[in-house]
C-alpha cells in the first residue's frame, strides 16, 4: 500500500520520493499505477546522455541530452546526483551519464518521485536532509527480470543485459531502503 503512504505524507510538501530497482524489474507500470491512484507527487525526470530507445519520449522516459550539456551544467555546480555507466551500443563500449539538475527540484512547492540508483540515491541524501530523502525498493524474482530483460532489448542485447544483471547485483546487494515492493 506504498501509494496510500505517499498519498498521506505528499501533502507535507519537501520531500524527494526516491524508488530505485535493478533494470527490468517493471518500476515504470508502478510509477503509473501511483499515478494512477492520485499520489500528490510530481516526477523527477531525470537527464541521460544515452541515445533514445525505441519507443521513448524526451522529457517522459528521460530528458535527452549530450556530454558537453552534462559537463557544463557540472562545472556550474548543478549536479544534484549523478552515475556513469559503461555499456555496450550495438557491441561497441560507451559511457553514459544519467543526472539530476539541482534546478528540477524545487521542495519548497511540491514533493517529488524519481527513479534512481543507489550511488544517485545516496548522493541525493549527501546533498538533501536525511528526512527530506525517502528510498521505495522495488523487486521481482530474476527468472521475471531476465524475461522482461531479453523483450524490452532483444535476444540480441543479450551480452548488454548480464552486464547489467551482474552490475545491479553490486549495485544493490547491500543497500537498505525504507519500503520494499515487490513487482
Known sequence: K??????????????DYSYWHPSAVGGCPRE???????????????????????GEKDGVEYLFTNNMDYVDRFREGNILESAIYNAFDNDISVKWV??????????????????????????????????????????????TRLLRAINRNGEDQIVEICRR???????????????????
Open 2 to 15: 506504498i501509494h496510500e503512504y505517499l498519498i498521506d505524507q505528499a501533502n507535507k510538501n519537501d520531500r
Open 32 to 54: 503509473l499505477a501511483l499515478r494512477k491512484n492520485n499520489v500528490p507527487v510530481k516526477k523527477l525526470i531525470s537527464h541521460t546522455t544515452r541515445p533514445k530507445r525505441r
Open 98 to 143: 544519467y543526472f539530476t539538475d539541482k534546478r528540477d527540484l524545487q521542495l519548497e512547492n511540491s514533493s517529488y518521485l524519481k527513479i534512481i540508483n543507489p550511488i544517485g540515491y545516496k548522493q541525493i541524501c549527501d546533498n538533501l536532509n536525511e528526512d527530506q530523502v525517502v528510498s521505495i525498493y522495488i523487486t521481482c524474482d530474476p527468472k
Open 165 to 183: 544483471f551482474v552490475a545491479d547485483y553490486e549495485d544493490f546487494k547491500d543497500f537498505k531502503a525504507d519500503y520494499i515492493v515487490y513487482n
